[in-house]
Nanobody
Framework: QLQLVESGGGLVQPGGSLRLSCAAS????????IGWFRQAPGKEREGVAC????????NYADSVKGRFTISRDIAKKIVYLQMNSLKLEDAAVYYC????????????????WGQGTQVTVSS
């Protein structure tokens, strides 16, 4: 059973940076595509970034392209989301998720989910 735990959220001013981590336990991440999703109050969950099991393929939502970077450390079983130039509208609970397949920004295929980490962007 794969378990995911997010960390790294917090309060940041607009224009600031945060790095989120998604750590796996209970199983290896080797064969899983990983996606980062977010959900703000009153809004639907949206895909932010995703990465293939090998780390060679990534995809980003248009709203974060050029600002966010997803990467993975296969040996450490951790996937990162580096978030730069944060905007007020980036505030949300961020979740990582995993499934065995190609990386997509659609949440339905993802089988395993973390508990989420809060990102607050405020001046």
């Amino acid at each position: 059973q794969l378990q995911l735990v997010e960390s790294g959220g917090g309060l940041v001013q607009p224009g600031g940076s945060l790095r989120l981590s998604c750590a796996a336990s209970g199983n290896t991440l080797d064969y899983y595509a990983i996606g980062w999703f977010r959900q703000a109050p009153g809004k639907e969950r949206e895909g932010v970034a995703c990465i293939s099991s090998s780390g060679t393929t990534t995809n980003y939502a248009d709203s974060v392209k050029g600002r966010f970077t997803i990467s993975r450390d296969i040996a450490k079983k951790i996937v990162y989301l580096q978030m730069n130039s944060l905007k007020l509208e980036d505030a949300a609970v961020y979740y990582c998720a995993a499934y065995r397949g190609v990386p997509v920004l659609w949440d339905v295929p993802y089988e395993y989910w973390g508990q989420g980490t809060q990102v607050t962007v405020s001046s």
